[in-house]
């Protein structure tokens, strides 16, 4: 039985080229009424069509940092992320790092470089997507906006550009525009559209 700490797999599409998306609650889609339809991953399904298979490896709460109180690679979708044989993996991971008893800026550049190699030298070959985490509105949840505007958005380009992997920043496109949003952080169907548009332009660049 799928829960919103340990869901199962959302899988959209039967085509030949598999896409993995790969983060936390704003890639599960948590607070929309209909992720299966809203969540960007969903979207991006419809948005790239026959051809493609969109798998949602997302769990809410998770962190990149092992450090962290729910690290996301402990868990079983993450696993499942790297044996998925995915032509195509969207990492979005950062903003739960933000917190306050979590943030270790060393050691988040050193574990976000080791997962981005991990992806890349899966036996698929698949292409890497590092994205920045979209603007945080309020510190209601604890995360720290600042950090994501000042560290994130220097960390993953700087990664992205040592392994030579492309680089989708959300923030700009996200900054106070609150009408994005459901809750403070999560967002709601016109976020998620927002950002699924600015994926799929990338992906199709």
């Known amino acids: 039985m799928s829960d919103i700490m340990y869901p199962e797999v959302l899988t959209l599409g039967s ?3 598999k896409v993995a998306t790969v983060g936390d609650s704003l890639t599960y889609g948590y607070g929309l009424d209909n992720r299966e339809k809203d969540a960007y991953p969903s979207i991006l ?3 790239l069509g026959h051809h493609y298979q969109v798998s949602n490896f997302g769990l809410s709460g998770r962190s990149l940092q092992s450090t962290a109180d729910f690290p996301y690679f402990k868990e079983e979708n ?5 044996e998925s ?3 195509i993996v969207i990492i979005m991971i950062g903003s739960n790092d933000s917190r306050g008893p979590y943030w270790n800026k060393e050691g ?3 574990e976000y470089k080791e997962m981005a190699e991990r992806y890349m030298n899966l036996p698929s070959q698949p292409d890497v997507y590092l994205v920045i985490p979209p603007f945080v509105p309020t510190s209601r949840f604890g995360l720290n906006n600042q950090i994501i505007e000042e560290e994130l ?3 993953i380009p700087q990664i992205g550009q040592e392994l030579g992997l492309p680089v989708i920043n959300l923030y700009p496109i996200t900054k106070g525009k609150l009408e994005y949003y459901s ?3 999560h967002l709601s169907p016109l976020g998620n559209q927002v950002i699924a548009q600015e994926i799929y332009r990338h992906l199709q660049g």
């Open 78 to 82: 993450a696993q499942l992320s790297l």
């Open 15 to 17: 085509g030949a080229v």
């Open 45 to 47: 399904a419809e948005q």
């Open 153 to 155: 958005q220097a960390i």
């Open 108 to 110: 988040f550049r050193r």
């Open 183 to 185: 809750d403070g952080l």
């Open 85 to 87: 044989e995915a032509d």
